[in-house]
């Protein structure tokens, strides 16, 4: 089969590009001596998963419990599921998971440790524990060094759960290099306050988590990071480029969709909207637009109704005619990737494999 025999919209990846990025971090983390744990919320693939793993990652990262059942289902044995789980339906699902299969989750509470236990030490298993630090995103975790100690203390006396470490999200990380490494000496202080606070303390930190593709390259300059858990690299997006995590060319996955109207002038519609790329905005440059369309740079997309998308050609030196065929960067791969039930490997104008996205809808 070939491109030109997909209809549209449809999600390719280039395969040459995607195994590219796939080896390039993880000879980064072998290089730099970081364990590599991918968060598969980019692809949702279980396929997709297991080449992260042959290449060097020592298991993935999920974000709810379905997803982290999908993935086992497929053989992958490794697992943190990087999100509070509260819940005695959650719990006991959980509880089940980790007698078959290596499981870690992230919290910041003693509700969800208390909660977590109980439904171990009834099911005879062990779930393994990283305390989130909160690094400036403001999203979930701690921002004091002795509020962490205090959890795992807690942590280390209960049934049930083995503390391994710490883990944070810098979220707040989507911007310029040296943006960056100004925003990572705050990082970096709390963090060495914090593992010296455990070590006099006298409890062990096995594990030291970072996250985040635009951070992954510079994981070796976190103080004490020994993890790093990137979702968004194996494929990248228009974010991706503008805070300089990536080129244009490492872009592996693109949205093919076709002109459907020229009608309204300076403008062309193609038949993929909001339901084809979701609406997050643009995290660089001036914020606005949705994607970057690879034959036509000039071309904006301007913006989505449901099952259409906008294109403001006014700049445009392109002749644009109904059936055109374009391909679009999107602005957030992730989401994108989720409103599809598969998505297709390509290899020059041959499509090579397609995936089914078995975690797509999985959010529990």
């Known amino acids: 089969m070939l491109i030109s025999d997909l209809d549209t919209p449809a999600v390719i990846v280039d395969l040459d590009v995607m195994e590219r990025n796939i080896s390039r971090m993880s000879d980064y983390c072998r290089e730099h001596q970081l364990l590599l744990r991918p968060h598969t919320k980019t692809h949702k693939i279980p396929e997709l998963a297991k080449r992260q793993i042959a290449s060097g990652a020592t298991g993935i990262t999920v974000a709810k419990i379905s997803e982290a059942e999908v993935m086992h289902d497929a053989g992958i044995n490794d697992i943190l599921i990087a999100y509070p789980i509260v819940g005695p339906t959650k719990t006991a699902q959980l509880a089940r998971l980790a007698e078959q299969a290596r499981i870690g989750v992230s919290l910041d509470s003693e509700e969800v440790a208390r909660g977590l236990s109980e439904a171990a030490a009834s099911h005879g298993t062990t779930i393994g524990s990283l305390i989130e630090m909160d690094v400036g995103f403001e999203r979930c975790g701690f921002s004091d060094e002795a509020d962490l100690l205090a959890l795992g203390k807690k942590i280390a006396d209960l049934p049930g759960l083995e503390f391994r470490g710490l883990m944070f999200f810098p979220g707040q990380f989507t911007v310029g290099p040296e943006e960056r490494a100004a925003m990572r000496i705050q990082v970096n202080d709390f963090l060495k306050r914090t593992l010296e606070t455990f070590s006099d303390a006298?409890?062990?930190?096995?594990?030291?988590?970072?996250?985040?593709?635009?951070?992954?390259?510079?994981?070796?300059?976190?103080?004490?990071?020994?993890?790093?858990r990137p979702g968004t690299y194996i494929f990248n997006d228009r974010t991706t480029v503008a805070v300089s995590a990536c080129e244009l060319e490492d872009c592996a996955l693109s949205v093919i969709v076709t002109v459907v109207s020229t009608a309204v002038s300076g403008h062309a519609v193609v038949d993929g909207g909001s339901k084809t790329f979701s609406y997050d905005r643009f995290q660089g440059g001036d914020g606005t637009g949705f994607g970057i369309v690879k034959e036509d740079h000039a071309a904006q997309v301007e913006r989505f109704s449901e099952e259409h998308g906008h294109l403001n050609i006014q700049r445009s030196e392109r002749r644009y005619r109904i059936g055109d065929r374009l391909s679009i960067i999107p602005n957030h791969v992730c989401t994108t990737v989720n409103m599809h039930d598969e998505i297709y490997g390509v290899r020059g104008e041959r499509v090579e494999e397609i995936w089914r996205v078995a975690g797509r809808g999985k959010v529990r």
């Open 202 to 228: 006298g409890l062990p930190v096995s594990i030291v988590s970072g996250g985040s593709t635009p951070t992954a390259y510079e994981g070796g300059y976190f103080h004490g990071v020994n993890e790093v």
